[in-house]
T-cell receptor, first 114, second 115 residues
């Protein structure tokens, strides 16, 4: 079946540090991959996505590359800010026929300290 | 104004009570979803609906029911609430026919506590 595994948190960094949050997946076929972000007290928002192998999604300084050979979609940012503190969810969508169901990882809490 | 709204935002209830959580959207999307979020478990799909006449169970539908009153409204009911249904509940919507990479848009969540 389809599943997503992401690194457990919390991840605590100082401002301007480099961020990596690991995400690997298991899926049949060719899923689309997503990173969603949940800021405190809010719902999830799409951060970036990639729909095929070797695609790179990017937004707000965050990047992730769809690596089919390693079944990974790691999230990176070169210099984090306090405002990046949030929970980050990796997710996949295995688009097949009428289905459109996202499979989420367990989430990784990022805390950025000034 | 928010595109996806949920009411109430917070609710405390007692075991055995019937509870309804409501979701409304102004995005004009046909597809709507209910998820619950538990610490360490991420989000899990409860029910989803692809149009007004279509209702489907997700991975954890036991103890829940839904009603799609209109394209814009999708309600989740707990017929007899139990403590392990204490969680954060999210409604989401998505459009049809965008192929790969369909984005889901989430409401702000309802925090439900069952005592």
């Amino acid at each position: 079946g389809n599943s997503v595994t992401q690194m457990e948190g919390p991840v605590t960094l100082s401002e301007e540090a480099f961020l990596t949050i690991n995400c690997t997946y298991t899926a049949t076929g060719y899923p689309s991959l997503f990173w969603y972000v949940q800021y405190p007290g809010e719902g999830l928002q799409l951060l970036l996505k990639a729909t095929k192998a070797d695609d790179k999604g990017s937004n707000k300084g965050f990047e992730a590359t769809y690596r089919k050979e390693t079944t990974s979609f790691h999230l990176e940012k070169g210099s984090v800010q306090v405002s990046d503190s949030a929970v980050y969810f990796c997710a996949l969508l295995n688009y097949g026929g009428a289905t459109n169901k996202l499979i989420f990882g367990t989430g990784t809490l990022l805390a950025v300290q000034p | 104004d928010a595109d996806v709204t949920q009411t109430p935002r917070n609710r405390i209830t007692k075991t055995g009570k019937r509870i309804m959580l409501e979701c409304s959207q102004t995005k004009g999307h046909d597809r709507m979803y209910w998820y619950r979020q538990d610490p360490g478990l991420g989000l899990r799909l409860i029910y989803y609906s692809f149009d007004v006449k279509d209702i489907n169970k997700g991975e954890i539908s036991d103890g829940y029911s839904v009603s799609r009153q209109a394209q814009a409204k999708f309600s989740l009911s707990l017929e007899s609430a139990i403590p392990n249904q204490t969680a954060l509940y999210f409604c989401a919507t998505s459009d049809v026919g965008q192929g790969f990479g369909d984005e889901q848009f989430f409401g702000p969540g309802t925090r439900l506590t069952v005592l």
